[in-house]
């Protein structure tokens, strides 16, 4: 799925929720659209045509996401936590009004707490080395069928299909 047809997706309560966060934080928006499109544009790259699926290149694209987001929102704060909290917040929302059943939500969920999760080990890496590094975790990623066992992988990334 496109940025843009993600935006032009949107009812009128999200795009005034989202228009509100703009105001309120210009500068974390900015940085938020800048490391979207920067993570569609690398997703596109490393799997090509294949990263919108339930795969483990939408794993990939979900915990790059988060590292980008958080990294190019680290420009302006210097409090980490704020930044996690930002980029928690804004990702969660998008998920809320993304139409994914349950499974494939809890998934998109997980594999974003990681990517935050690994944005403390790779905040200083250059955004190839970030890819690199997702691409190694990659590997150690677990196929899931239920919600319920989501919580065995709390390190891992996690996908549903091939």
Avoid at 30 to 45: D, E, H, N, R
Avoid at 53 to 77: D, Y
Wanted: proline fraction near 2%.
């Amino acid at each position: 799925m496109s940025f843009w047809k993600i935006i032009k997706g949107l009812n009128f309560k999200q795009l005034r929720s989202l228009f509100a966060w703009f105001i309120r934080h210009p500068l974390l928006m900015m940085s938020t659209v800048q490391a979207t499109l920067k993570t569609f544009k690398i997703s596109q790259k490393e799997f090509p045509h294949i990263h919108g699926k339930h795969n483990k290149a939408n794993a990939f694209r979900h915990a790059l996401w988060n590292v980008l987001i958080a990294k190019a929102c680290a420009r302006f704060s210097n409090n980490t936590q704020l930044v996690l909290n930002w980029t928690k917040r804004i990702t969660d929302w998008h998920e809320e009004f993304s139409p994914n059943e349950e499974l494939a939500a809890a998934m998109d969920f997980h594999n974003n707490k990681i990517g935050r999760e690994m944005y403390s080990l790779l905040h200083s890496k250059s955004v190839e080395e970030i890819t690199a590094a997702i691409k190694l975790e990659l590997k150690e990623a677990v196929k899931v069928s239920s919600v319920s066992v989501l919580g065995r992988y709390p390190q891992q990334m996690v996908y549903l299909e091939h």
